[in-house]
């Protein structure tokens, strides 16, 4: 059975950082790329990055671009983000999928990154 | 506002069928498939179909979608009260970032 399972979140000072961890399983992870999706309080969903299956390639959504970072390390079936520069309006429940090459197939809970002075 | 566009709320009644729209524009939609998710309150998004029209095992098949151009739509008959959900459509776009619509509350009266 296939499994996402999120950690990292908490509550973080404005301009700090913080890394959230997606620790997957039930599947061969090197054979797909992997989403972190995000989603404010009481709002919509809103895509972060992608990584390739191999980590040749990432992208990033316009309002993280610089200071969020996607990355994966296949030996241990994780992807990571790496968040500097935190803002309030970065406070959301953060979710990992997996990529099915235009569409998410399997998602994680959550971890929930609270920017609060 | 999100890129594509979905209406804040639908609505219907019991064993109805409702719509739910979604609108793009060409260079995301218009070019990619979309995909269509549930979100229960408290709950991770699931997928409901991708590919524009195609349902993953386990999906019933009161849920049904599909695209024209730039526009999108999920279609759900014999509504049920366990349907309450927010639903959301995805593409990528051009730049191959992915772009989700800003959801739609349905309401089963």
């Known amino acids: 059975q296939v499994q996402l399972v999120e950690s990292g979140g908490g509550v973080v000072q404005p301009g700090r950082s913080l890394r959230l961890s997606c620790v997957a399983s039930g599947f061969t992870f090197r054979n797909f790329g992997m989403h972190w999706v995000r989603q404010a309080p009481g709002k919509g969903l809103e895509w972060v990055a992608v990584?390739?299956?191999?980590?040749?390639?990432?992208y990033y959504a316009d309002s993280v671009k610089g200071r969020f970072t996607i990355s994966r390390d296949n030996s241990k079936s994780t992807i990571y983000l790496h968040m500097n520069s935190l803002r309030a309006e970065d406070t959301a429940v953060y979710y990992c999928?997996?990529?099915?090459?235009?569409?998410?197939?399997?998602w994680g809970q959550g971890t929930l990154v609270t920017v609060s002075s | 506002q999100s890129v594509l566009t979905q209406p804040p709320s639908v609505s219907a009644a019991p064993g109805q069928k409702v719509t739910i729209s979604c609108s793009g524009s060409?260079?995301?939609?218009?070019?990619?498939?979309v995909s269509w998710y549930r979100q229960f309150p408290g709950a991770a998004p699931e997928v409901l179909i991708y590919d524009n029209d195609k349902r993953p095992s386990g999906i019933p098949d009161r849920f049904s979608g599909s695209k024209s151009g730039t526009s999108a739509t999920l279609g759900i008959t014999g509504l049920q009260t366990g349907d309450e959900a927010d639903y959301y459509c995805g593409t990528w776009d051009s730049s191959l970032i992915v772009l989700f619509g800003g959801g739609t509350k349905l309401t089963v009266l």
């Open positions: 060409s260079s995301n939609m218009g070019n990619n498939f």
């Open positions: 990584i390739y299956y191999d980590g040749s390639n990432s």
């Open positions: 999928a997996r990529d099915r090459s235009r569409w998410t197939d399997w």
